[in-house]
């Protein structure tokens, strides 16, 4: 094991060195991936020699996401304490199911659930889970809803048909799960937004009331804190006054921009969190950490329980449920995700991950403003979002995030909202400095320049 350590630390030096030289890896089309790389498994083992060469290869042709030229999704960089406690827990290799098997580890993340569901504003003997992504979470959040409304479904399954609530800009998970949880994608009532993308309130109530007049069960609603692509924020404050009158379940996935609860600044952009049933958070996007560490908290402590509890005496065999987190999880074994955020969280405080969140608004309003005081661009998107939507000199937004991939020059996607499609800059790397988001735009503008309009004018 000390052997393979040594070889980590190693591969851990090709990768600062690439991420340095060659922050955007040239992508090898999918037609040669297997030419280029030996990636094929035999009966026979390779030497350690071959072995190491070919991990060299994967390390230097992987995506590089802590790059300094990786703005491509709402994840990105590389924040050092976040990934000691990721590893740590690679080491340690628990499972989060029983205090047996994972002791203080369950402590751990007793400790990040209960902080956040304070942050949250959530009244005492709130609860919550570590579940395997945004989307796993959202899926929670609907299961406690269904079974609230419904205790009856976890036996007899759906009697009544049951409907939900989201803006067309939430995200995909939403409808995905409608389908796995056997409510129904065509139970999806789509809110309209506004101009800004927010989900309409007065909308909302009109389809609930409209559901409930036609023998439909309304039971959750989803308001985003952070839509994928623009970065909106619903109104949680008058989209919970609609759900209390109703009696739906309100559930805010914050998987994007939940993080926002850690800062004084923008902490109002989610007004009104205290008043919502269950809340979600993903770490990995505007805390740092490394893929996967999804949050998800509920005021109804008894309802996580309900939901999501199995008796096991082969499993549960010491310790309260308080300290049997398998009683409250979607998963049997479960790697341990709160490892790394309760590290980073333990070394900075409440107040780093403060400045951890806060820095990256002021990335994006450095971005912003770039665009803003520069002529060859069009904005699209607005304040208080760390997803700057934009586009320059007229160039498809599609075609140039795909050329400067293929050059090995930016990793940034390209998205849409209103018919009008953009380029999609996220701030999320708080590791980055304004010369950074200076470099990327004048990246993009020398490319254009250097190649691309030469391209189109040929
Ligand atoms: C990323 C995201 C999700 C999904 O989270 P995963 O961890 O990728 O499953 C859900 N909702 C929103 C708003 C997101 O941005």
Redesign the pocket.
């Known amino acids: 094991m000390q052997h393979d350590i040594a070889l980590f630390s190693q591969l851990c030096d090709v990768l600062f060195k690439s991420e340095t030289e060659q922050p955007v890896a040239y992508p090898i089309p999918t037609s040669k991936l297997y030419k280029e790389i030996d990636l094929s498994l035999n009966p026979k083992g390779v030497i350690e020699e071959n072995l190491i060469n070919i991990l060299h290869d994967i390390v230097k042709s992987t995506p590089k996401t802590a790059s300094k030229s990786f703005f491509n999704q709402?994840f990105g960089g590389r924040i050092g304490k976040a990934t000691l406690g990721d590893l740590l827990a690679v080491m340690l290799n628990n499972s989060m199911y029983t205090y047996k098997v994972a002791g203080p580890q369950v402590g751990i993340e007793k400790q990040v659930i209960e902080n956040i569901c304070k942050l949250a504003g959530y009244a005492e003997n709130s609860d919550g889970t570590v579940a395997?992504?945004?989307?796993?979470?959202?899926m929670m959040a609907l299961i406690m809803a269904r079974d609230a409304i419904s205790p009856s479904v976890r036996t007899a399954g759906l009697t009544k048909p049951m409907t939900l609530y989201t803006s067309k800009e939430?995200?995909?998970?939403?409808s995905k799960n409608a389908a796995l949880t056997g409510i129904g994608r065509d139970n999806v009532r789509l809110v309209r937004t506004n101009s800004k993308g927010e989900m309409s309130a007065k909308h909302l109530e009109e389809l609930i009331q409209n559901d409930s007049e036609n023998g439909y069960q309304p039971f959750f609603v989803n308001a985003?804190?952070?839509?994928?692509v623009i970065g909106a924020f619903d109104d949680t404050e008058a989209i919970s006054e609609v759900c209390n009158k109703n009696k739906v379940w309100l559930h805010v996935?914050?998987?994007?921009?939940g993080g926002v609860i850690f800062s004084k600044t923008h902490k109002h952009l989610i007004r009104g969190l205290e008043y919502s049933d269950s809340f979600?958070i993903?770490a990995?996007?505007m805390l740092g950490t490394p893929?996967?560490c999804?949050i998800i908290v509920t005021q109804h402590k008894a309802q996580l329980h309900h939901s999501f509890s199995n008796e096991a005496d082969y499993l549960y065999q010491t310790d309260g449920d308080d300290f049997n987190l398998g009683k409250t999880s979607l998963q049997c074994g479960r790697r341990n995700d709160a490892l790394k955020i309760w590290t980073l969280w333990k070394s900075v405080g409440t107040n780093g991950l403060e400045e951890i969140v806060d820095k990256q608004f002021e990335m994006a309003e450095i971005a912003r403003n770039y665009i803003k005081n520069n002529e060859d661009y069009n904005i699209y998107s607005f304040d208080d979002s760390i997803s700057v939507c934009f586009n320059y000199k007229g160039v498809d937004a599609k075609e140039l995030c795909t050329a400067l991939y293929e050059n090995s020059e930016l990793m940034v996607g390209f998205g849409k909202f209103n018919n009008q499609e953009f380029i999609r800059m996220v701030t999320i790397n708080s590791l980055l400095e304004k010369e950074d988001i200076l470099a990327f735009f004048s990246t993009l503008e020398a490319f254009v320049a250097n190649k691309m309009l030469k391209v189109f004018n040929s």
């Open positions: 709402l395997p992504g945004g989307s796993m979470s959202n939430s995200h995909y998970s939403i985003t804190a952070g839509t994928t996935d914050g998987a994007y921009c979600s993903n990995h996007k893929l996967s999804s």
